[in-house]
C-alpha cells in the first residue's frame, strides 16, 4: 500500500511537471521586447527596424521567432524530449553548458544554508518551545520573527552595508579573487561565500525556529509527554527523547519547501552579491530576452524544487506510521 501511496504522489508531481514547462514557456514570452534587441544593440536594432525590415525579418526567421507561439511551442518539447535545452542566444553556447557551470555555485550557497538553518532552527525552536512562556521565549520569536519577514535581498544589502562596506570584514561581490590558485582559491571561495550563506542561513533559522516551536509547544500537551513526565524523567530527556522526536515530523515537509523558497530567495541574493550562479544566470536571460536559457533555468529549478518535494513526502509517508494507517484503512 506505500508503494501504491507513493506513485499516486508521483503521478501529481508528473502533472505539476508538465505544466510547469508550459507556464514557463508562455510566461516568459509575454515580456516585453526582443531578443534580436539585446543582439543586435539598440541602435543597430532601431536602424534596422526602420531602413531595412527585410533584414530584421530574416534574422526572426534564423531564430525562429516569427513562428506562431503555439508551433514554437512544439519545437520545444520535441527538442526537450531528445534532451536539448537548446543554444544560448546571449552566450552562444549550449544550455546545458552553462546551467551545470553555474547550478554547482548556486548549490554550493543553497545547501549548507539550509543544512545550518534545519539544525539550528530545530534546535533552538525546541528549547524555546519548551520554554515558550519565558523571557527567553519572547526575545528570540520577536528577533526571528523580525528577520523572517524582512526580504531577502533586502537583509543581503544591510550585511553588505555592514560587514563589507564598513567594517570591512568580507569582500563586496564575486566569487573569488582574480588569481587564486589551489588551497588558496578554496579558502579564497569560502571567504566569498560567508556573506550570502549568512543571509540565506539567517533567513532559513527564522522560518524553521517558528515551525518548531509551534510543534514543540503544541506536543507538550499530548498524553504521552505528562506519562513521561509522571515516570521521573529529566526534562532534558523528555524533551529530546519524545517531544523532539515527534515535533521533528512537521520539520522533514518544511525543510523540502525551505529549499524551494531557498531557490528563489538564493536568486536575489546572489545578484546582491554578484555571486555566479542560477541567480545571475537568470538575471542576464531576463534582461536578454534569452528564451531559450529563461526555459531552461527555470526549468532545472523547478525539477530541483519539485525533487526535494517528492523526497520530503517519501520521509513523511516512512516516518508517520499514522499516515500510512490512514492510506491503508
Known sequence: MIGILLFRK??????????????????????????????????????????????????????????????????????????????????RQPISELILFR????????????????????????????????????????WLLFVYSMPHYWLAMLFVLVFAFHLDLLPLSGICSAGSQGFQRLVDILVHMALPVSVLTSLNVSYNYLIMRGSVVQIMGEGFVLTARAKGLMERDVLFRHVLRNAMLPLVTVIALDFGFMVS????????????GMGTLVYDAVMARDYPLLHGSFLVIACCVLAANFIADVLYVVLDPRLRAGETT
Open 265 to 276: 530567495g538564493a536568486l536575489l541574493v546572489e545578484i546582491v552579491f554578484s555571486w555566479g
Open 103 to 142: 547550478l554547482k555555485w548556486t548549490l554550493l550557497l543553497l545547501l549548507p544554508s539550509t543544512v545550518l538553518g534545519a539544525m539550528l532552527g530545530a534546535f533552538f525552536g525546541a528549547l524555546t518551545g519548551w520554554n515558550h512562556r519565558s523571557g527567553q521565549d519572547s526575545i528570540f520569536t520577536s
Open 10 to 91: 508521483f503521478l501529481r508531481y508528473i502533472i505539476t511537471f508538465l505544466a510547469m514547462i508550459a507556464l514557463i514557456f508562455f510566461i516568459s514570452h509575454l515580456m516585453p521586447g526582443s531578443p534580436l534587441k539585446n543582439i543586435l544593440g539598440e541602435e543597430t536594432y532601431f536602424r534596422m527596424l526602420s531602413q531595412n525590415p527585410e533584414t530584421l525579418e530574416e534574422l526572426n526567421k534564423e531564430y525562429g521567432l516569427n513562428r506562431p507561439l503555439v508551433e514554437q511551442f512544439i519545437i520545444y518539447l520535441t527538442a526537450l524530449v531528445n534532451a536539448d535545452l537548446g543554444y544560448s542566444y546571449k552566450y
